[in-house]
């Protein structure tokens, strides 16, 4: 019987994604606490749907606003690992990522009373020792990689890449990695930033990039029996008034659909009961 899934997700960064770009000036900062604003708005909305869903918290943010995150645990909400700091993997020492690793397991099972199931880097960038700290953690699976749009699969490690080189696949491990897309994120789509030189132009129009939401999924309930799609979304960008609207479109053209809404960790125990089966 075809089975399709929609998850939830949500990177609860407030402040900390802007903090590790250096951006600590009142503003920014100010920005990012807007998501404590957007967090309460998104749970009544889920809650009013009956629907769970998956939150990335970084360390520093269980830490600064305790309330908030309560709030999302007693909602019957998956809390996962998302950094101690918001500075992606990729450009932090070893001996650094190990230590913030650790740190971040150790509050979210201070505070959940449980190790987290699951882990998304900051800024999906990965190094290349991460995933042998999410198996060293003892956790099942990472959602910080784009190698499928609708299904999971176990992660590698020890790829050996070079530019003049065939690739050398590494080990695949009994990590489940659940997928993601930059299309499917609102940040890209709708967030204006300019630091130094840079600029990020986001401010699309909400109903065009909704339109590519609900098509994703109808492609994959066209061409799979059983698929799943991971959206991800940032309380401070999401939680905006036009936004908060097409977000509730989205549940609402999913629910019609037949979607059936999980959880991450759901989804990996799914996954790896299928594959059993095969």
Same mark, same amino acid.
């Given at each position: 019987?075809?089975?399709?899934?929609?998850?939830?997700?949500?990177?609860?960064?407030?402040?900390?994604?802007?903090?590790?770009?250096?951006?600590?000036?009142?503003?920014?900062?100010?920005?990012?606490?807007?998501?404590?604003?957007?967090?309460?708005?998104?749970?009544?909305?889920?809650?009013?749907?009956?629907?769970?869903?998956?939150?990335?918290?970084?360390?520093?943010?269980?830490?600064?606003?305790?309330?908030?995150?309560?709030?999302?645990?007693?909602?019957?909400?998956?809390?996962?690992?998302?950094?101690?700091?918001?500075?992606?993997?990729?450009?932090?020492?070893?001996?650094?990522?190990?230590?913030?690793?650790?740190?971040?397991?150790?509050?979210?099972?201070?505070?959940?009373?449980? *190790?987290?199931?699951?882990?998304?880097?900051?800024?999906?960038?990965?190094?290349?020792?991460?995933?042998?700290?999410?198996?060293?953690?003892?956790?099942?699976?990472?959602?910080?990689?784009?190698?499928?749009?609708?299904?999971?699969?176990?992660?590698?490690?020890?790829?050996?890449?070079?530019?003049?080189?065939?690739?050398?696949?590494?080990?695949?491990?009994? &990590?489940?990695?659940?997928?993601?897309?930059?299309?499917?994120?609102?940040?890209?789509?709708?967030?204006?930033?300019?630091?130094?030189?840079?600029? &990020?132009?986001?401010?699309?129009?909400?109903?065009?990039?909704?339109?590519?939401? *609900?098509?994703?999924?109808?492609?994959?309930?066209?061409?799979?029996?059983?698929?799943?799609?991971?959206?991800?979304?940032?309380?401070?960008?999401?939680?905006?008034?036009?936004?908060?609207?097409?977000?509730?479109? &989205?549940?609402?053209?999913?629910?019609?659909?037949?979607?059936?809404?999980?959880?991450?960790?759901?989804?990996?125990?799914?996954?790896?009961?299928?594959?059993?089966?095969?």
């Amino acid at each position: 019987m075809p089975r399709h899934i929609a998850c939830l997700s949500f990177d609860f960064d407030t402040w900390s994604g802007f903090a590790a770009r250096g951006m600590t000036t009142p503003t920014p900062i100010s920005r990012g606490e807007f998501g404590i604003i957007g967090a309460g708005r998104i749970l009544d909305l889920l809650a009013s749907r009956g629907i769970k869903s998956s939150w990335y918290v970084p360390g520093v943010v269980i830490k600064t606003y305790p309330e908030a995150c309560e709030r999302v645990m007693k909602g019957g909400h998956e809390i996962g690992h998302h950094g101690w700091s918001h500075v992606q993997p990729a450009l932090l020492e070893a001996s650094r990522e190990a230590e913030e690793f650790a740190r971040a397991v150790e509050t979210i099972k201070e505070f959940t009373g449980a *190790i987290p199931a699951g882990y998304r880097s900051p800024a999906w960038d990965i190094s290349d020792r991460t995933i042998d700290l999410i198996i060293k953690h003892g956790l099942r699976y990472d959602s910080s990689m784009m190698g499928h749009d609708c299904e999971p699969y176990f992660a590698r490690r020890g790829d050996v890449v070079k530019a003049d080189a065939p690739m050398v696949f590494g080990e695949t491990t009994d &990590l489940v990695e659940i997928p993601i897309s930059w299309s499917l994120d609102d940040h890209p789509h709708f967030e204006f930033i300019r630091s130094g030189d840079s600029i &990020l132009q986001g401010l699309s129009n909400a109903n065009a990039v909704l339109e590519n939401w *609900i098509a994703d999924f109808e492609y994959m309930s066209r061409t799979t029996e059983w698929g799943m799609l991971t959206y991800t979304f940032h309380p401070y960008v999401i939680g905006r008034g036009h936004r908060m609207l097409i977000l509730e479109k &989205l549940i609402d053209a999913l629910t019609r659909m037949g979607a059936v809404f999980l959880t991450l960790d759901q989804v990996q125990k799914e996954y790896r009961e299928r594959v059993k089966g095969r």
